[in-house]
């Protein structure tokens, strides 16, 4: 058979270009996931379906692909979680829900990229919600998925206290970090209902997976895009231990930030010198693929809980964050800072008993990494490196926020919280290169690649797609997932790759 449209990968975006496209009834889709599918809420496994637990994201759960990548020298290779299961990394997320500002897609546009200013895909971040506390013209009241800030619920007390030392540090509050003011402390934005993680397998593919023109085939693995002359023919994939082809002349990849770029290489699409090495046929040069690798470099400092002190699970109660600007920074908003005390919904880690963390976050880095090719065999995983810290201005930010994350803790906020700071210690503090390497040793990462198969003008030789993320160069090709971002946005990105997957399903359709 062959189908109108297949979408390879059902993630955060595979999940809605597949669910959006299939609301034409007479157009046929085929949605291919790697890792297993779940047709009803209540087959999946409580690791995915409960936001508060943890296991999903672990280096030995079958609903992570567990790749290995680098960070820094120091630390080198590193486990990496990514989603492998229906609803990708939604479905194994911390369920923050932060849009990104409207100054990132101001940076976009002002790159090339007309179709992605603020006032084009703000149309696309409401279609896709239901926000339960704010109804107003930035904010969506008909989408499928819910997002709350759990304005009813007791701030955990870790959380109160953090808040508490931001104003005592003379921080404003913002009431809505997914408005035009972002700015400052405040309630996140929560994609949890009832504890249940909200994925876009949930809200988008599950009210419209019973629909016959719409067919979900999870453990397929996608070896390559077949082309013929520039125009897309179908994929190569493997399902029980056979090697077969699908055929359709219309092809979506939604593989993530790290399979997507890797599968063009495969599939002759990408750096000559890289395909040559691997005696891969060159089938359209782009240099792009697999570069600007971009994701939020994350480090903590933590300090002992006093007795008695109530830990809750940081993944589905309210939580608190700020955003905030660097000293010296010429962009608004390109720091964060977050707690957390039973593990990190940013990284998943999982935290010493009673040990509390303070988080700073790069929103907004300057460096880039790279994926790269290591093997024609599809099986095995690209190599990549995120570079953190190549450039001399994410080092410089991440030691004062490490430093006012300090200031932080020493507030009044935190006498009755905190016993005594563990790390990093005072010495370290007092000299930049002991702190500097510290930072490298210990820092953590973000699930957040992204920009390794980014929008751009035909100026740009290094982009991938064009504005509608048609992949340049050839006909019936489509990349909708982060990796199209230009640079990773100022918050986490779940929400801008659900809008990316809104988008590009009009475009398709």
């Given amino acids: 058979m062959k189908y109108d449209v297949i979408v390879v990968g059902g993630g955060a975006a595979g999940s809605v270009v597949a669910a959006r496209l299939a609301e034409d009834p007479n157009k046929t889709i085929l949605l291919l996931e790697a890792g297993n599918d779940y047709p009803d809420l209540s087959s999946l496994p409580f690791d995915i379906q409960y936001g508060h637990t943890r296991g999903a994201e672990d280096v030995n759960s079958p609903h992570n692909w567990a790749l290995q990548g680098t960070i820094t020298e120091e630390q080198g290779e590193i486990h990496v979680a990514q989603g492998k299961v229906i609803g990708g990394g939604s479905s194994i997320n911390g369920q923050v829900f932060l849009r990104g500002i409207p100054q990132d897609f101001d940076d976009w546009e002002s790159w090339g990229n007309d179709e992605w200013s603020y006032t084009k895909v703000l149309p696309y971040y409401r279609k896709m919600e239901t926000d339960l506390d704010i109804k107003d013209d930035f904010h969506g009241t008909e989408g499928p998925l819910p997002i709350s800030r759990k304005l009813n619920e007791t701030i955990p007390v870790i959380q109160s206290a953090f808040q508490t030392a931001c104003l005592q540090n003379g921080y404003d509050t913002t009431d809505d970090m997914n408005g035009t003011n972002p700015t400052g402390v405040g309630l996140v934005p929560m994609n949890n209902q009832n504890g249940v993680r909200m994925s876009t397998a949930i809200t988008h593919l599950g009210p419209i997976r019973h629909q016959l023109n719409l067919t979900i085939r999870g453990n397929v693995f996608v070896h390559r895009v077949l082309t013929d002359n520039g125009k897309v023919t179908g994929v190569e994939v493997e399902s029980g231990g056979e090697v077969f082809t699908v055929d359709s002349d219309k092809v979506v990849l939604s593989a993530g930030a790290l399979k997507s770029p890797h599968i063009l290489m ?187 198969c980014k929008i751009g003008p035909d100026s740009d030789p290094m982009a991938v797609v064009d504005q509608e993320c048609r992949v340049k160069g050839i006909e019936g090709l489509w990349v909708a997932d982060s990796s199209v971002m230009p640079q990773v946005p100022r918050a986490n990105t779940n929400a801008t790759a659900i809008m990316i997957g809104e988008r590009v399903a009009d475009w398709v359709a």
């Fill in 266 to 452: 495969l599939s002759g699409i990408g750096p000559k010198d890289q395909l040559e090495e691997f005696g891969i046929p060159v089938i359209q040069e782009t240099p792009g693929v697999g570069a600007n690798l971009r994701n939020h470099p994350i480090s903590p400092i933590s300090y002992k809980i006093k007795e008695g002190i109530k830990l809750a699970p940081d993944s589905s109660g309210a939580r608190v964050a700020l955003r905030y600007t660097s000293k010296g920074s010429k962009e608004s908003n390109d720091m964060m800072m977050t707690t957390s005390s039973v593990f990190n919904p940013f990284t998943g880690e999982e935290l010493p008993d009673r040990i509390g963390r303070i988080s700073c976050v790069i929103e907004l880095p300057a460096g880039s990494g790279f994926v790269r090719l290591v093997s024609a065999d599809p099986t095995v995983q690209p190599k990549f490196d995120y570079r953190y810290f190549s450039h001399p201005e994410d080092m410089r930010r991440m030691r004062d926020g490490i430093r006012l994350a300090v200031k932080m803790l020493n507030t009044d906020a935190y006498k009755e919280v905190s016993d005594e700071k563990v790390a990093p210690s005072d010495e370290i503090l007092a000299n930049d290169d002991d702190l500097d390497l510290w930072i490298r040793q210990t820092v953590g990462s973000a699930r957040h690649v992204s920009g390794t």
